[in-house]
């Protein structure tokens, strides 16, 4: 299908027109470095409902919004499409389709494409160009056979049924009711190019000639094609391109670097200049213009898509600038020609006519003043005549000046009730002849007191901006007080608006007084607006305020609605480079901070030139339009955001990722997106630029309603809207069922735990019983132990009391006599006295020797240790003590102990075993051998003492082994004996453990023998 038609528009003024409006025009350029998959584009369609640009390129569907482009490729809308997309229309209705290179038809659903026709691979892909008809016109040729034998250049849609097909240079009628075109014979087969202006149909001939075609009679009638400024318009094969396709409202014209619409009206076609900067080597392919955003659009074969808008500012410089010169400007004044003349003595504007006679000759302060409806001019400069800086006066009625050659400070002035009033860092006054009576001085040593503005805000009473605050002087009381101030803030600009009062600031913003209330204003998301130089109201209800990052417009409705209610949002649109802005840099700290002009434009100074801002004609593109949701990923994994309500996300969910899609060909400094999540109250902010997209991570399960909102642009609560609704489910752990489960785990854990512990009781009562029972018995053994020790030491008491004390009397009384009866005593006598007490003696050593013994083991406290020893060594000693007492009774002691007998026992419990055994058998014997033997068997040891005593009786034995021996001091068989011997043994062989056997025949002899372990264990 053939592109172009080949125009030439021959008029004489279009090297004129370049020339002009070379500045008004942004250029922008998008190719694959920025955004674009492919740099060849195929088509493109505007899309008025939803202000998005939609491309057809090599590299698949691309969105634009004017912020970004987002890629529909074949990850996006199907799987089996491939990358490479061919065309892009618009049908009857109004709906966008696109077609891939295999067939497959996309139908455009406000933010994305969304396949409606699968390929027909068994049909042409002629056919597939009547979708540009209507639904219904292409589901019905679709099956049939193509009507044409190669594509055709253009189609026009006449209604839903019919159009009107131009095939090799002939004019073709096709509807439903036709089987095969019908040729009509409008300039048979001289033809050129068809094209629809709004819903009126058009074609030109071979000679250049444009014909209207009347769609019910099938005719064509001529008409003209003129510019806007009546000048008829030719064509011809030149270098000239019409670019129209279905779907268009008006056809563009492109010639050289000129580009016009097309309007029909009153049997005339007009040409409107859109703009004279198309780059001459653009190759372009296809054309896009929406007049509401006046933005062009220009695809082309190699070098992406150019974007061209029409300034809505203009930057203003002087003419033969060099490097000498300053291009900073502050102060301004208008000149009646239409001009300005700035500060730095510079004429700047459009106009060539003469100004006249200029009020200020050379460069002045950044302040100045009119007074007198403008006639009278107060500002300071150097006189040349007097060489130092003073205040002069310029009246324009009679051209003359005056200088105030006394006033050397830089002074401004304001009028209230007739008197003229000053004000600088010295103080407050009037003037009085060429001098200034100050009504208030400041004190001296207070730093900063540059005056920045001097106004009068309500009457009497004058306002003085610096950097010492807003101050407030009142003319009836000349006395001074304080508006407002801040540290380390210095103020500006002051302007009366009815009743309110704005100021603005450097660093702190803007602020509006009324009635002693002060608010400071919210300032746009980026900050600027901290920098507040400049307030200009136009006549539509808008201010227009400087900053040192750019010019914002903003609605005084807006602000005061905000200032009376806090809750009311502001929205401050700003102009940037994208406008035309040069530099964004705007001055204040100057008196006037602006001018507007006779035909209402405003001049701002800026670090570089001025810059003009006309009301009228600067009308932004506002960031209008509804909020999309493009994408909703989970987890990393595509969502239906349209199903999300009727879905419930599962409990493991971890991120949520909310791509947004909105319309945003404005400035991005003016696109303001909040949303919130369940809450009603707070809105948080989204950073809108780059592929907006709202996040969220691990929320917990609950019912959630995500709200986001869009500012719209001026006007009170102008908001688009959306809502999302979604639900995560809860934990298994979170289930109703789980909570009842633990609480039915928890009782019986808690009739488990009681069960537990009642038995744990039981069983430590049954425990306590028994350890009660085991210290009862305990309790009762030890008290039958202490009875009867107690009956030991009753009877030890006795022993001493008897077998001590009466000995030791007999000693004493025979020891007596033997020394004061000596002389009367035989020799005989004195032998038998002295052997007796001799015996005494021995008795009671050896019964002293046994107390002891019996004392030291009956120690709890003393802890014994077994040890190696030399068993016939141990009782060898033994025998060595008692020697002296068996050879005075002429027994024969006899060790019969192996000499190398090695035993592992108590050595000292065991030596005093011996010697209690042995020492009662010398005591019971008379006569004869006393035998100590030791037979060892296995671990087993028997240590046997044998004596040819008296022996005893069985019930004599039987008293002995009892449990409850009873120690007694009375004779065996008329034998001195107290017993504790065999007390001692017994105790001693409880020590180690050992056994007691006694074997005794009365009258012959005793063999008492002890079984003990010799090994260790």
Known sequence: MTRYILLHCIFCLFTNIATAQQDSFSIRSYTTENGLPSNLIRGMQWDDNTSFLWIVTEGGIVRMNGVDFKSYNKDKISPLAPEKSLYAVKNNAGNIFMSDGSGNIYEIHKNKPVISKPALLSNSFINYHFIAVSDTFFTTKIKEPPVFSAPFEKIICLNDTACLV?????????????????????????????????????????????FLINPVSLTANPVNLITTDKKLLNFNTGASQLFWQTGMMQPIIINSNNAWSLNYSGNTITATLITSVIPKDANISSVEYTEKNRLLFIGTESKGIIIINQNLVQPKKRKNANPKNKNAYFSQLALDNGNILTNEGDIIGNSNNNPGKLPINGKFATRITLTDNGNLIWYNATDARLGFNCLHQYNKTNGQTIVFDKIKINTQVEISAGKTYLANNKGIGTLQGDSINYLFEYPKGIPNLNTYDFKEISPGILAVAGCSGLLRFTTATNTLDTIYSRENACFGSIWKYKEYIFWGSYGFGYYVYKNGVIKEMPVDKNDYLLYCHCFVPDPYGFCWISTNRGLFKVELDQIIAHFENSTTPVYYHYFGKKDGIEMTELNGGCTPCALTLKDQT???????????????????????????????????????????????LAATTQEMIFKLGFSGWCNKENLYIDYQLNDTAKWKKLKAEDNASIQFNNLPAGKYILRIRKLNGFGINNYSYKTIEFSIAKRWYNEWWFYLLMLGLMIGLVVLFGKIRSRQFKLRQKKLEIQVAEKTQE???????????????????????????????????????????????????????????????????????????????????????????????????????????AKQKKLILVNTIDKDLQIYQYFEPLKILVYNLLTNAINFSEKGRIIIAAQPADDKLIISV?????????????????????????????????????????????????????????????TVSIEMSITKN
């Open 946 to 1006: 044998t004596d040819e005593g008296v022996g005893m009786t069985a019930d004599q034995i039987k008293n002995i082994m009892a449990d409850q021996f009873i120690v007694s001091s009375a004779n065996i068989d008329n034998r001195k004996g107290n017993g504790l011997g065999y007390l001692i043994i017994k105790d001693l062989i409880k020590t180690m453990d050992a056994k007691l056997h006694i074997s005794s025949e009365k009258g012959i002899g005793t």
């Open 779 to 885: 309790l009762l053994q030890k008290n039958e132990v202490l009875e009867k020790n107690d009956t030991i030491k009753t009877r030890l008491i006795s022993i001493i009391s008897h077998d001590i004390v009466t000995p030791l009397k007999f000693v004493t009384v025979a020891g007596k006599n033997l020394i004061e009866k000596r002389t009367l005593m035989s020799e005989e006598l004195q032998q038998e006295t002295i052997q007796e007490i001799t015996n005494t003696s021995q008795e009671l050593q050896l019964l002293s020797t046994n107390i002891l013994n019996w004392i030291k083991y009956q120690n709890e406290n003393r802890r014994l240790a077994k040890e190696n020893f030399n068993l016939y060594e141990m009782t060898d000693q033994v025998l060595g003590v008692l020697y002296s007492l």
């Open 602 to 648: 405003i001049s701002f100074p800026t670090m570089d030139g001025l810059l003009w801002v006309n009301p009228i004609t600067a009308k932004p593109v506002l960031p209008t339009g509804e909020i999309y949701i493009d994408e909703v990923l989970i987890d990393n994994k595509d969502a239906n955001p349209d199903s999300l309500k009727q879905i419930t």
């Open 166 to 210: 131009l095939f090799k240079n002939t004019l073709y009628l096709f509807s439903l009711h036709l089987k095969n075109p019908v040729a009509l014979s409008l300039s048979q087969g001289n033809i050129s190019s068809i094209f629809k202006i709004n819903n009126d149909c058009f074609f030109t001939d071979n000679n250049n000639q444009v």
